[in-house]
């Protein structure tokens, strides 16, 4: 055909430098975010290191809380919220049969803020004062005092925001708009729904962070005391305002985890998805439960009565959504004809260990039960089970699943199976005494603790190096796939239905330039 001259696109650096491609966006994002899963694996080693014994090991306390506060949010903003945006860049088009994402310059811009951002919030280790250490929350007092680390820190998380509202337009701009004739939103994979869902979440809760965090940078230069007692404001109000961002986002990052596993089940169940329609109508009433919920995470602040125990049933609501998901994820398992390549093993744990994580988080939800649980490793255990076996698990489950639709060559099953049941034994051995731990009393965030917590630390230790060095593992692989190995079908998994397995695998630079017909 004499029109394929335009795929003759800029080779070396310009390609990813210019690139508007969907692919290639979304390559750059699913490396970035591996690359910032490794930085911020690294940064929960020294927190494990420290705390395999009592007494201060490793590093002083300063820089034990900047390790706590910089791994949370180089793995929310930097490794999973990325992830899930490759898988975004890279599916819906495909997989609504569009042939591009609606807006691909913005859809460059949205991606390379990302390595100035984290490049800024890295920088701050390096800083006078050191990086953020008041936590991922950032609450003041703590985080008005700061060193000059903390506004740099403001200033990446209002550049990380922007990336994310820009590419949540951009999907919504998509999906509502390039779907392929005939392809109700009805008729849409979940993976779609979930991401749809997601990105208005994102543009209702980002912005509320940047108000957020540039109220704390005016306390901190500007002489306002939003956030301060003596001049008239209120700590409890910036927690408000956080948290109103904060829950929201937990949901941002675990919708497209269901949506991954909402695929990937019926594939190798061999059977359409469970109640459908159940599953578009839960998500959405997750999202909206999300944003009434916020105060759970202020039990003990002293608020009334009576906003307590909103607080507690609306909290308690959000597990019946979700637990119709977990059923129909079941019931689509029920009688399937099914087997366990490495994708389904990964989404199989995700079911599994995410309802665990869904369990602790109602015992924290009962308001005089969480008076107990607050601030201890039982909040840490319960929310690694969610975004962990939740969200990381899901994006790996995803990228077994896609890898031969990306690059062509199906990746090698028994490292791939390796990989899995390290993960697997390394995280639960990590995070599961932490549960115990909690129960018994040890505080969160602190670099030191009493000599009766020694040996549950010391399996968690161990569990966190095994886990976090399986995950080269999953580099190996990774590589090795990307450079050869047996060539995938059009269809690379017997069960998979959509529209991206029509396209042949590796999928072309350009697909879908006539839009399919959906019946």
């Known amino acids: 055909m004499a029109t394929d001259h335009h795929d003759e696109h800029p080779t070396g650096i310009m ?53 706590t ?26 997989m609504v049969g569009a042939p591009d994402m609606a807006l691909p310059r913005l859809n460059n811009w949205s991606f390379w803020i990302l390595p100035f951002a984290f490049t800024l919030l890295l920088s701050t280790l390096f800083v006078p004062g050191g990086g953020p250490a008041g936590g991922w929350t950032l609450y003041p007092p703590l985080s008005v005092q700061g060193s000059m680390g903390t506004d740099f820190t403001i200033l990446a998380i209002h ?33 779609v729904w979930t991401w749809l869902i997601t990105a208005f979440l994102l543009l209702a809760a980002m912005p509320v962070l940047a108000g957020a965090v540039t109220m704390l940078l005016t306390d901190r230069h500007f002489g306002t005391t939003f956030f301060n007692a003596a001049g008239g404001g209120d700590p409890v109000m910036f927690q408000h305002v956080f948290w109103f961002f904060g829950h929201p986002e937990v949901y941002i990052l675990i919708l497209p985890a269901f949506g991954i596993a909402s695929q990937i089940i019926p594939t190798f169940a061999r059977k359409p998805l469970f109640g459908y329609e159940s599953m578009v109508y839960a998500t959405a009433s997750i999202a909206f439960l999300s944003f009434i919920v916020w105060a ?10 009576a906003g307590e125990l909103f607080f507690m049933y609306a909290t308690m609501m959000i597990a019946v959504p979700t637990g119709v998901k977990v059923f129909n994820w079941v019931a689509t398992m029920w009688k399937g004809s099914m087997t366990f390549e490495t994708p389904m093993l990964f989404a199989i744990a995700f079911v599994m260990l995410f309802t665990i994580g869904g369990f602790s988080g ?28 939740g969200a990381v698990f899901a994006i790996i489950a995803g990228a077994y699943y896609w890898l031969p639709k990306w690059t062509g060559h199906m990746y090698n099953e028994t490292l791939g199976k390796w990989h899995f049941w390290l993960s697997v034994i390394g995280f639960n051995l990590a995070f599961f005494p932490q549960h115990f731990l ?68 590796p999928a072309p630079y350009h697909t879908f330039a006539t839009p399919p017909q959906i019946k």
């Open 438 to 505: 909690g129960l018994a009393g040890m505080p969160r965030r602190i670099p030191d603790y009493a000599l009766q917590f020694t040996e549950f630390n010391q399996w968690s230790s161990v569990g966190a190096f095994m886990f976090g060095f399986s995950q080269l593992l999953f580099v190996v692989l990774v590589i090795q796939t990307a450079r050869g190995g047996k060539k995938a079908a059009a269809r690379a998994w017997e069960g998979a239905e959509g529209l991206e397995w029509t396209v042949p695998s």
């Open 296 to 305: 759970h995470h202020m039990f003990t602040v002293g608020m009334p009565l």
């Open 362 to 389: 109602l015992m924290l939800a009962i308001v005089p039960a969480d008076f107990q649980y607050q601030d201890t490793y039982f909040v840490v255990a319960h929310f690694h089970y969610v975004l962990v076996s």
């Open 159 to 191: 550049m990380m925001g922007i990336s994310s509202v820009l590419g949540a337009i951009n999907v919504i701009a998509t999906i509502l708009n390039m779907r392929a004739p005939g392809m109700t939103l009805l008729k849409m994979p979940l993976f």
């Open 69 to 94: 506060t910089m791994h949370a949010l180089i793995m929310i903003f930097g490794a999973v919220m990325p992830a899930f945006t490759g898988f975004a860049n890279w599916q819906i088009p495909l």
């Open 15 to 67: 390609r990813w430098l210019t690139t508007t491609n969907h692919k290639d966006i979304g390559t750059m994002y699913l490396v970035f975010a591996l690359i910032m899963f490794f930085v911020g694996g690294a940064m929960a080693l020294v927190i494990r290191a420290e705390l395999f014994q009592p007494g201060l090991q490793v590093v002083n306390p300063d820089f034990f809380n900047q390790m």
